[in-house]
Structure formats: C-alpha cells, structure tokens
C-alpha cells in the first residue's frame, strides 16, 4: 500500500491520542493534524497558532516544546480560523451514519488531506472526536484507519484527577452533552443524568448548560455518563477499525509494540517508534465510584450485556470490561475470534489482545 495513503487515527480523550500522534508527527514526509475537529480551530491565527505546546498545556502530553497546531498553519484562513472548519464539527453529528451527507465538514477533510498532499506529504489525522464518524470518514475517504482503546476506568480517572473541584473538567462536560444528544438514547439520557437537556445552541452553550447543571453531580453520575458514551463509540466504530490498538499493554510490552508498528506499516507504509512509550501510566487512586457495580448499571440500562460477555463481544471490550461482570458466566468466545487472537488479529478490527475464556476473578 502507498505511503501518501490517508491515516486516521481515533480514540476517546486521555487515551494515549497524543502520544500516538506525536510518533507519526516524527516520521519524514508526514504531515500529522492534532485534533483536527477540535472547536479551538474555529478562531485560530497565525499569532495563537504557537501559543500552547505540550510542554505548557499542562495536560502530562509528550511532545516537547513544538506547537500542537503549527501543521495547520497551511490550511489557515486570512479572516481567521481553518479554511472551511466550524466550530460546530466538534460535537454536532458526532454520530454521524456512514451514508449521510455533510458537505461542509467533507470540503473541511478534503482541504486538510489536499494540503498535505500538494506538499508531498503524507496525512494523519489524529482526534479524539472521531470514534462516531469512523464509517463516515471511511466511506468518503478511504485510508487507513487506526482505533486506540484504553481501560475505560483509567480513561475516566485520568479526566476526574484533572478537576479543580467541584467543577467538572472540560472531557466530563463533553460526555454530558454528546449522551444527552444521543439518538434513540433519550430514556438513558434522562436516567443517568436526571434531566433532559434542550441540545439547542452552539457547542459553548451547550456545554455552559451541562457545566450549569451538573457542576456538582456525584462520582458516579461521570462515569456513568463517560460509560455509556465510550460503549455507544466503540460499538459503532470498531467494526470499522483496520487496526485496534489496546494502549494499555502499548507501554509495557515491547513484543506487542513491535507488533504494532508492522502492522501500521504493512497497512499504510509508515513505521512510527513506540519504543519509548510510557504512558498510560495506572492512577494510583482508587475509583471514588463503585466502578463495577456502575458499570453493569450501564450495561443493563443499554441492553448490551451480550455485547460485552456474548458469544460475538468484540475481544478488545471482552477484555476491558470483563472483570465487570466477574460473577457471570459468559458465553464461550467463538472459534473464529479464538482464531483471530491467536495469530495476532491485527486487522479488521480485531483486537491484538487475546481475549480470555471466561472472565477473571475480580480484585
């Protein structure tokens, strides 16, 4: 396959996106957008474009003192902002289907990939905003799509360590929204958040009113919240999936690192270096929610039990979301996802984790 290939790469936020990103970013001949659908990029200039690095964001991201942004410094327009980026992309048709139309938001991709393209490069786009509109993405342009996956417990206590009590961090506030707004999910919404939400206004306004009302909400409410939505995400976007990348085991296991890369590269040409990641590294918190019980909460009130613990559970969620459900039986993994874990099951949205027979025993 051709190196000038399109690589997106998706994951939920605080899920090693950056790290992952800043490795493809160090690769000749790359062109790699940092969060390419974040609403910032609406009002962006010259002047702010080298305002925030990893170094200063105070985020605990890689990546040193280079500008996230200064990639997009060929796509930016004189009136300022992106060429055809709305800040509305950032949450609105999050849950896009793969045969909708958006034109604006398909000019928007088509202008980022061009851009780098003209220049001889190779695109990557890597955002934590795109996990709803893998399928859309993949209908329209192809390439070669990469999936990050993180213990989802660790993924919400890397938001709830970023607090500044009692005020929600901005990665909590996008979960309320993008579940009060999830189709077909509106009993949920109002289960878990106990209240339904208008979902009109701009993203800024949508978000002050979920920050207005559930700026005090409990634990429990946030990860719930998160849940659901990490749930909604992955079911719909791995199926899509070339590659599935478990990043938990990417920091500490070298083997399946090197696994990784030649899979990246037998997909799209390129190789990037994992051999110094480190991250994520375990909170050494305790969860201050009854994760366990929480969690089958969620998985009850979606229905989703077989989707976790069935015979067809993807092995990726199987993994994460097994020690959950450690007092169920789940039904035997079947033979041709045993099969896909034990060569490695790298692509098709197979997971490169082996999937266990039955769930372990809860700590």
């Known amino acids: 396959m ?9 994951s939920g936020w605080r899920c090693s996106s950056t790290y992952v990103w800043s490795r493809f970013r160090a690769l000749p001949g790359v062109r790699a957008y940092y969060e390419p659908w974040h609403e910032q990029l609406a009002r962006v200039t010259a002047l702010t474009i080298n305002a925030e690095t990893p170094d200063n964001s105070g985020l605990r991201h890689p990546g040193g003192t280079d500008p996230y942004l200064k990639e997009f410094e060929v796509v930016l327009d004189p009136a300022g902002g992106l060429k055809g980026f709305q800040a509305g992309y950032a949450l609105d048709r999050f849950w896009i289907e793969p045969e909708a139309s958006d034109l604006g938001q398909q000019a928007y991709v088509e202008g980022l990939i061009g851009a780098a393209r003209e ?28 999936m990050l996956v993180r213990d989802p417990v660790q993924q919400w206590l890397s938001f709830y360590s970023l607090r500044k009590r009692p005020r929600p961090t ?17 009993d949920l919404s109002r289960t878990l958040l106990g209240q339904d939400f208008a979902g009109e206004g701009s993203l800024d306004q949508r ?26 995400s992955y079911l719909k976007a791995l199926p899509e999936a ?34 110094d990641c480190r991250a994520p590294a375990p909170h050494g918190i305790a969860p201050p929610v009854q994760w366990r019980k929480a969690a089958r909460e969620v998985v009850d009130l979606m229905d989703l039990h077989g989707a976790i613990v069935g015979r067809e559970a993807h092995p990726i969620l199987f993994r994460k979301l097994a020690p959950a459900f450690a007092a169920v ?34 700590r």
């Open 2 to 10: 051709s190196a000038n290939n399109t690589i997106f790469v998706h």
């Open 119 to 146: 220049r001889g490069e190779t695109p990557v786009l890597a955002c934590c905003r795109t996990l709803g509109r893998v399928g859309w993405l993949k209908r329209r342009f192809g390439g070669f799509h990469v």
């Open 170 to 186: 901005y990665f909590e506030l996008c979960h309320y929204v993008l579940l009060s707004e999830m189709a077909g999910a509106e």
């Open 207 to 232: 978000l002050a009113a979920v920050r207005g009302r559930l700026k005090r909400a409990p634990a429990s409410v946030s990860f719930q919240a998160f849940l659901a939505v990490w749930l909604r």
């Open 242 to 275: 070339d590659l599935v990348v478990d990043v938990d085991r990417l920091a500490r296991d070298q083997a399946y690192a090197r696994e990784v890369e030649a899979a990246i590269e037998a997909g799209c040409g390129l190789r990037p270096d994992f051999s």
């Open 329 to 362: 039986t789940p039904a035997p993994v079947s033979g041709v996802k045993k099969l896909e874990e034990a060569v490695g099951g790298l692509f098709g949205g197979a997971a490169v984790t082996r999937a266990p027979a039955k769930a372990p025993r809860a």
